[in-house]
């Protein structure tokens, strides 16, 4: 093992959404340039962040992220054109929603990478990896998935009566 | 799909060095689904695709994942082998645990962990996936050629030789490009009008090309094979079917005394002119600004003298759409000035070396028209201040270049060779005078260029000083030159008659405004990207779109030539083909769901998506649903993510195989 490499109490689980054409890229390029991260981020392709619904970043949450990455090509460099501008105006007003329901931001980042950004990714992911190391795990949403209103049964006296009104 | 193969490759040691592999195979067999798993030495080798294929035949698999490289790197050979293997190509994907994992880790225990993570996501991957059917459209075999120096000039000849119409733009009155203003060109010395303006006359002559000059492309849509590109054709006030290129509106202009670009502000012309006699085309262009008719309403002389009346002071710009398959991009470059900072710009600039206030500290560029025998001095070497013939001449390399505290890291590549060839071109024409150059290193690589060099060193006597310049300043009608010797270790001063600055070789102007309307990617200095800087050094990213010559970085005649011809030969690919396959990965609407509400129509970048009407039997209009038209669609899929009532849905990236892997997490 190299000397560098600590031993951390806390791993955390970053997710990474990233566009195919840049961050993915990105990401190959400090593979290819043998850069070193932190080896906490799970990354999936999509073709343009525009292709990124907010419910994605929910689910992962839930399903045990402690952080989350958006990235995408640079403003005006998409590769279908305008999917990062709209992905842009939808996650500001995401993460006021989640701003408003109690999410500390700081587990939330957005960013753009560019395929010729190898050194940019590397940065971008160590950061947000240390970051959300020292915050903690994130139990909220986790929680949340245990309760089984959130995953759809309906046997809580409560909510089976109200069903059962609509009927 | 429930029998689905892992092959898990060790890349030689690539990613088994850092990643047990055996390991992850074996967690990926445990994999509910997963029928059969393996490690292999070499998957992307003709006997680890032969492993895959036997896999899918003996364990009757109906789905695969490599785990491997990049899928940017094999994904189209795996996809290849399932097909061969009996299996829709789509169905078969890529875990990326090389790039994404084995090359960026070195904790064995963590970067296998990893390892099988990335595998457990991409198995729901497969598990969702759907077999897709390649689309094909038809290609348009006309190419544009954006960009009419030597690079464009050479693409479009060959594409037109080749027996495809070609249109090629050019923003400038006429083609030519940087090579027209050279002097003579290394490492032969051969002149470089007298190779180059016989190639602008083929273009001009060519049956299959359309020129453009003094035009702009205004607006790109489509995609490989089916562009529209939108030229915009600047009002030149002549009309160009009436113009016979006599030119006596040129002398009769009365405004004479405007510094000639072409001579790099050292000559003059007239408001109405050509840039250069060997024009192509020469029809001239009334320089709007500097008109006396445009700016006051009184003169109009030349449309007075115009025999054919083609002077046209009413004239609009037009625009004009182009169908065209292929695009080759061909805007070179620019130099960098080094007097002002530019606003906003990273780049720092040399204040400290006086150009654009002393008049005699000149760019290559301008060294070039001074030697040339059709500039501005007729080929002597005088000096712009006081018009004297030089005797001391003081070259500087590497000015911008290669200074990464002044924002461009990157070599210029020509300088070492042209300040070479000005030293040789400069003793030919001033015998006695003395030339001096200030280098960090002389980089020679290329046919014949390094004998060259040592001819300027060695026959012509130049004398080359290894360092570099730290101040310049006038000293009554001399240029005091500050530098240092690194390699004797003292400080050197030159009163200098001359300066000559090799400055650094940037991209275009609005190289980068002219990238997104394309669609391209380009670097941090604006050159574009090629979408493998080895193995795919001319084609863009971008399906259907080239590049050659400087716009895609620093590069002499010779390497510009040749990967203009490269650019000419993918095209020519491209249009033996009748029809093209696409990648399938386009957007379907559900018409069941779809409200109507065209959400996603705003969003789509492409316009791909129409309004269809949904009738009953009786021809009674049910509702209106959104259609997407399946060659249009470029696949990003920013419309689903807008649906409100998720009843549009992307191919290869659905909402179940999102949500699957992110089950898997
Ligand atoms: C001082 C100097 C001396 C040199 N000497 C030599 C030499 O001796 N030998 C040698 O091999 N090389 C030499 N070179 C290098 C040589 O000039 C280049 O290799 C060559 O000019 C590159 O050609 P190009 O067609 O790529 O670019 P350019 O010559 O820059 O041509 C680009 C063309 O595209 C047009 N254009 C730009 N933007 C647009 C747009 N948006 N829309 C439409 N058109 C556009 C421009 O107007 C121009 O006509 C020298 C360079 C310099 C600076
Ligand atoms: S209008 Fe007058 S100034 Fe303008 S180009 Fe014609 S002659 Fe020259
Ligand atoms: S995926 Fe949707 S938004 Fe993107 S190009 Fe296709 S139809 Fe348009």
Known sequence: MHAATKQHDFEPKIVAFVCTWCTYAGADLAGTSRMQYPPNVRVLKFPCTGRIDPVFILRAFQKGADGVLVSGCHPGDCHYMAGNFHARRRFAAFRALLDFVGVDLNRLQFSWVSAAEGGKWVDVVTELTERVRTMGPMPEFKELEHEEQWSGAINTPELKEAYDSIG | ?665
Request: net charge neutral; aromatic share 8%.
């Open chain 2, 1 to 665: 799909m429930s029998r689905i193969g892992v092959f898990v490759c060790h890349c030689g040691e690539n990613i088994s060095r850092t990643v047990d592999v055996e390991q992850v195979a074996k967690a990926a067999g445990e994999i509910p689904g997963v029928a059969f798993s393996c490690d292999y030495k070499y998957m992307c080798s003709d006997p680890g695709q032969t492993l895959l294929k036997k896999a899918v035949a003996e364990h009757k698999l109906d789905g695969v994942l490599v785990a491997a490289c990049s899928p940017r790197m094999h994904e189209k050979t795996f996809r290849k082998a399932a097909e061969a293997a009996g299996l829709n190509p789509y169905l078969c994907e890529m875990a990326n645990i090389r790039e994404h994992c084995s090359w960026v880790h070195e904790d064995r225990d963590m970067a296998t962990a990893k390892a099988k993570d990335i595998v457990k996501l991409m198995v729901e991957r497969v598990r969702k996936g759907k077999s897709l059917a390649p689309i094909t459209v038809p290609v348009t075999k006309r190419a544009l050629v954006i960009g009419g120096g030597i690079a464009g000039i050479q693409a479009a000849l060959d594409i037109a030789d080749a027996g495809h119409r070609v249109v090629l733009v050019e923003r400038e009155p006429s083609i030519g490009g940087h090579m027209a203003q050279l002097s003579e060109t290394f490492p032969t010395l051969d002149c470089s009008q007298c190779i180059m303006t016989p190639k602008m006359v083929d273009v001009a002559n060519h049956p299959n090309i359309t020129l453009f000059t003094y035009s702009e492309i205004e607006k790109v849509d489509g995609y490989i094979g089916n562009f529209q590109v939108t030229v915009k054709h600047k009002a030149r006030s002549v009309d160009e079917s009436k113009c016979t290129g006599c030119g006596i509106c040129m002398t009769k202009c009365p405004k004479k005394k405007i510094p000639n670009e072409f001579d790099q502000g050292h000559g003059m012309r007239p408001a109405i002119y050509v840039p250069f006699p060997q024009a192509v085309p020469n029809t001239p262009v009334i320089d709007r600004e500097n008109c006396t008719m445009f700016q006051s309403g009184k003169c109009g002389v030349c449309a007075k003298v115009c025999g054919p009346g083609a002077v046209d002071y009413e004239q609009k710009d037009t625009f004009t759409v182009e169908d065209v398959g292929a695009i080759v991009v061909a805007t070179g470059f620019k130099l960098y000035t080094i007097d002002r900072k530019p606003e906003g710009s990273p780049i720092q600039g040399y204040g400290e070396f006086g150009y654009g206030t002393i008049p005699d500290i000149i760019d290559g560029m301008t060294f070039e028209r001074l030697a040339s025998a059709s500039g501005p001095t007729g080929g002597k070497i005088l000096r712009p201040s006081d018009g004297k013939e030089p005797k001391q001449v003081v070259f500087i390399q590497c000015v911008g270049s290669r200074a990464r505290e002044k924002g461009i890291s990157y070599c210029s590549k020509v300088c070492c060779m042209y300040t070479a060839k000005h030293t040789m071109l400069y003793h030919h024409k001033v015998h006695d005078g003395q030339a001096y150059v200030f280098f960090m290193d002389a980089r020679t690589p290329g046919k014949g260029y390094d004998e060259f060099w040592r001819r300027a060193v060695e026959e012509e006597e130049a004398v080359y000083i290894r360092g570099m310049v730290s101040r310049m300043y006038q000293r009554g009608d001399k240029i005091v030159v500050m530098g240092s010797d690194i390699q004797v270790g003292v400080q050197v001063e030159i009163e200098a008659d001359l300066v000559v600055l090799a400055t650094a070789v940037q991209p275009q102007d609005g190289a980068d405004l002219l990238a997104q309307k394309l669609g391209i990617s380009y670097d941090k200095y604006n050159f574009y990207s090629e979408a493998h800087a080895k193995l795919k050094p001319v084609e863009c990213a971008t399906a259907g779109i080239y590049l050659a010559g400087a716009c895609q970085g620093p590069k002499d005649i010779p390497d510009t030539v040749s990967q203009a011809s490269a650019a000419a030969a993918k095209v020519m690919t491209l249009f033996a083909k009748d029809k093209l396959e696409r990648d399938p990965v386009v957007a379907k609407v559900n018409e069941k769901y779809c409200v109507g509400c065209f959400a996603c129509k705003k969003v789509c970048a492409y316009g791909a998506i129409e309004e269809k009407e949904i009738r009953d039997r009786q021809g009674n209009l049910i509702k209106k649903v959104a259609y997407v038209n399946p060659g249009v669609c470029g696949g990003c899929g920013t419309c689903q993510a807008t649906c409100p009532s998720k009843s549009i849905e992307l191919d290869g990236y659905t909402d179940e195989q999102i949500m699957a892997m992110i089950e898997a997490l």
